[in-house]
């Protein structure tokens, strides 16, 4: 694994030295290398790249910034030249906060995800969990730029570079940068740091920048992990049988961190404890979709098990099924039907979707069904259900288009589960039909006269979670054997 620190030279009061990124990402990079070590990593500190995307500090003499397409191709090829000579990863060390900056290296992470001939690029985003709650209340603050936080760093990494006398005199600067970047501020004076600096720079101590590099240097494990969806964190609901059982072992082999929540405690239980002794990260979570305070218990502790990168992968497969005429359809079952296909759907998109779209890449795949697109009889409140989420995937898609995020549904016939297990005795029991029989029935206008398996439905979501999809966007993929065509 290579290891760049990345900073920039840029205005950071009349205290501290252009080139306090760049000694911040040193110390971070070192630190960070000393722990990889630890675990068996062949690890490589590579010179820092001190030139970037610094517009935020560009009214200010000596700033240097360069176009956020420069950085990302610069890493890219970076990551390809450090492939070529062996190395499996290039860890990012990022010490610069400026927006563009930051979207600038995700790009250039996306491009080499599942790459054959680059490097994979490992950037945790000292911004977000876990990182920034393990460092200081300034920093939490946002008023962090060339105050406390970074005086720390600079005090015990290169002490000679501070000009001491100028930082005690200082008042503090309560002002968050932060909260400027999402009120679409674009530069320090305007965000109120009319001296290029925020924060509490009196305050800096050499003992807690010290504390700072250590928290800096803690390494995210499960990004060092093969597989196209290495380090990606999924949830999936309806995950304890059937079709989300199979779904989550596919992208739990994939690489992903895998959530699995339902209602049936016993069952995600037993699945996530299997998928941990195969050495996949899993995990359990209860969840009843159709409560709204259900489904935030659910994103927060979501969230808390992600950490950093955030839930990148939701899939909405929980979902029940009914039959019966129009005529004879209760009010009960029809709101049911609604409740937990479709507004379950929809509470959990609207949980998760936010965060995919802050953090500039994800995937939401839906498992609708053939009768969300087709009528037939004797499903109406749940062929209803269906045509909801349908329409639900194609509104959320044209929202999301342009940040990185798609949202996609399945759409299969009759899959081999315990859903259809129990549609098929339901038709015995009205019917007096075998078995045997009752499969005829939902067979016969299938052109391959089988029921989809599970797996199959896994590998189109799966698909459709791949760097290679990031074209498909508000799509309806039909997994039916061409039932829907005959």
């Known amino acids: 694994i290579a290891v760049l620190p990345v900073g920039a030279i840029e205005a950071h009061g009349p205290h501290l030295p252009m080139s306090t990124d760049v000694i911040i990402a040193d110390a ?30 560009a009214g200010f003499a000596g700033t240097l910034s ?30 610069h906060l400026d927006p563009e900056h930051v979207g600038a290296i995700r790009a250039a992470e996306a491009v080499c995800r599942g790459a054959a001939d680059a490097a ?37 990494a290169a002490p000679a570079l501070v000009r001491e006398e100028i930082l005690r005199e200082l008042p ?31 305050e800096a101590t050499a003992e807690e920048g010290q504390r ?24 999936v609901t309806g995950g304890g049988r059937g079709i989300g059982e199979s779904v989550a072992r596919a992208l739990a082999r994939a690489g992903a961190r895998v959530i699995v929540a339902a209602r049936t405690e016993t069952e995600i239980d037993a699945l996530a404890a299997e998928l941990s002794a195969l050495e996949h990260h899993a995990w359990a979570l209860p969840c009843d979709v159709t409560d709204p305070a259900s489904v935030e218990r659910l994103a927060e502790e979501a969230a808390r098990l992600a950490g950093e990168s955030g839930v990148e992968i939701l899939v909405n497969n929980a979902g029940v099924a009914h039959s019966a005429p129009v005529s004879r359809t209760e009010l009960e079952d029809w709101n049911r039907m609604l409740a937990v296909n479709a507004t379950g759907t929809f509470l959990c998109t609207r949980a998760f979707l936010p965060g995919m779209v802050e953090g500039g890449w994800g995937r939401v795949v839906n498992v609708a069904s053939v009768a969300g697109l087709a009528g037939a009889r004797y499903i109406a409140a749940y062929a209803a259900s269906k045509h909801a989420v349908i329409g639900l995937t194609r509104c959320a898609a044209a929202e999301v288009a342009n940040r990185g995020v798609t949202v996609n549904a399945v759409c299969p016939g009759y899959v081999n589960t315990p859903m259809t297990t129990e549609s098929l005795q339901r038709i015995s029991e009205k019917t007096g039909m075998s078995a045997e029989e009752a499969l005829e029935t939902i067979l016969v206008h299938t052109p391959q006269r ?37």
Not at 67 to 79: C, Q
Not at 131 to 148: I, M, V
């Open 212 to 235: 700072t590099i250590e928290a800096l240097g803690e390494k995210d494990d499960h990004r060092m992990t093969t597989g196209e969806l290495s380090g990606r964190v999924a949830v």
């Open 172 to 202: 503090p600067n309560v002002a968050s940068l932060s909260d400027a970047i999402r009120e679409g501020k674009s530069t320090f004076e305007e965000a109120g740091g009319p001296r290029a600096y925020f924060g509490y720079p009196a």
């Open 28 to 57: 971070m990079a070192e630190a960070g290398a000393e722990r990889l070590a630890e675990t068996g990593f062949e690890v490589l500190i590579l010179p820092a790249l001190s030139y970037t995307v610094a517009r935020f500090a």
């Open 120 to 156: 994979r690029i490992i950037f945790p985003d000292i911004t977000r969990r876990p990182w920034a709650p393990r460092l200081t209340a300034e920093f939490l603050s946002g008023a962090c730029h060339a105050g406390r936080y970074e005086g720390s760093v600079v005090m015990a």
């Open 450 to 486: 089988r029921l989809i398996e599970p797996d199959e439905v896994a590998h189109s979501v799966l698909s459709l979670c791949g760097e290679g999809a990031r074209g498909i966007n508000g799509q309806s993929i039909v997994i039916d054997g061409g039932e829907l065509l005959s």
């Open 66 to 95: 360069l176009e956020p397409e420069t950085l990302s191709g610069l890493l890219v090829d970076l990551a390809r030249s450090l492939r070529s000579h062996g190395v499996e990863y290039l860890a990012v060390a990022n010490a």
